[in-house]
């Protein structure tokens, strides 16, 4: 079972979360709470993903994700919005969010993204992925400099990230253990100094490399 926390100051949208989520066979949502209780029922109940919403009166959600991330073992999370361009986005991209959805995300869809986001898949609503292509890395260095440092296979399997591929998935497409991809990812993101997939597959896309078959040049 996938445990899920959602985390919003609203209470008719925790409970039609809840409501939609209920019906996946193998999604359990363990705890819902407002910001203020976030901390404590995340603390409490270990889940596997946080759909956190990124905006919220009394703890917004980018003090909430710093405290996320801060833990020994954080679970992904992924925030919840109504703006397609929230400033808040690029902020909690570099906090390391694991995706963004819009809260007027199809029904159908939800519980497929909150399976990508358990298996380690990027997340990003087609609009908000329009908000966050221009996003920059850290130190300004060009993406294509970045992209560089890496090596055909890193390259090939960056692309593989980049199409929200989990790690299970990219090894069975490239022949590699689960264990080998995921010390390749972790490579990755040292290599072009990002701390999530999310920006490593948006580096990826502003270098051009998901236009280009299998990665390489």
Same mark, same amino acid.
């Given at each position: ?9 609203? @209470? ?8 939609? #989520? $209920?019906? @996946? ?13 976030? +901390?404590?029922?995340?603390? $409490? ?5 946080? !759909? ?15 405290? /996320? ?7 992904? /999370? ?19 969010? @694991? ?8 029904? %159908?869809?939800?519980?497929? !993204? ?9 997340? !990003? ?21 970045? +992209? ?7 390259? %090939? ?15 069975? $497409?490239?022949?590699?253990? *689960?264990?080998? /991809? ?5 490579? +990755? ?9 999310? &920006?490593?597959?948006?580096?990826? &896309?502003?270098? *051009? !490399? #998901? ?7």
């Amino acid at each position: 079972m996938i445990r899920v926390v959602v985390v919003d100051d609203d @209470a008719l949208v925790r409970s039609g979360l809840q409501l939609i #989520l $209920r019906v @996946a066979p193998d999604i359990e949502v363990v705890s819902t709470a407002s910001g203020a209780e976030a +901390i404590d029922e995340i603390t $409490r109940h270990r889940p596997d993903v946080v !759909l956190l919403d990124i905006r919220m009166p009394d703890v917004d959600g980018l003090t909430v994700l710093r405290q /996320v991330r801060a833990m020994p073992h954080p679970p992904t /999370v992924a925030m919840l919005t109504t703006f397609d361009a929230d400033e808040y986005i690029t902020t909690a991209l570099r906090i390391g969010a @694991a995706g963004f959805i819009l809260k007027d995300t199809h029904p %159908e869809h939800l519980a497929q !993204l909150v399976r990508a986001l358990a298996a380690g898949a990027v997340v !990003l609503s087609p609009k908000v992925s329009r908000t966050v292509v221009d996003w920059r890395v850290e130190n300004g260095e060009d993406a294509a400099s970045a +992209i560089a440092r890496l090596t055909d296979r890193e390259r %090939e399997i960056l692309v593989h990230v980049a199409d929200g591929l989990s790690n299970a998935e990219i090894g069975t $497409r490239m022949y590699l253990s *689960g264990g080998t /991809v995921k010390d390749h990812v972790s490579a +990755i993101l040292t290599k072009l100094k990002v701390t999530s997939r999310v &920006q490593a597959a948006l580096i990826a &896309q502003r270098a *051009g !490399l #998901l236009t280009q078959p299998d990665g390489n040049s």
